[in-house]
């Protein structure tokens, strides 16, 4: 099991979280109507896209944040990465 799986993991643990729980308080503001019982599935889908956007967000921020120049031309160039990169 390599980080990938790990963080894919984790990552549909919050999204699905996130959803379960938009879900639930729609549910509970209509009382129970079955023909809401959609609309509050799909409230729960857009609060996890809204999540899973906001977590792309944040990671393309780190990715320019942290990402050297110099690193990158290194790896283009086919030299292994520097020890201090890692």
Known sequence: MDTRQIGGAVGLAI???????????????????????????????????????????AAAVLLFSLLRREDVVAVGEGEAVPAHAV
């Open 15 to 57: 999204l699905s979280t996130f959803a379960v729980s938009a879900t639930d308080d729609t549910l509970a503001d209509v009382a129970g109507q079955p023909t809401e019982n959609d609309q509050a599935l799909v409230d729960g889908f857009h609060v996890a896209y809204l999540g899973s956007a906001l977590l792309m967000a």
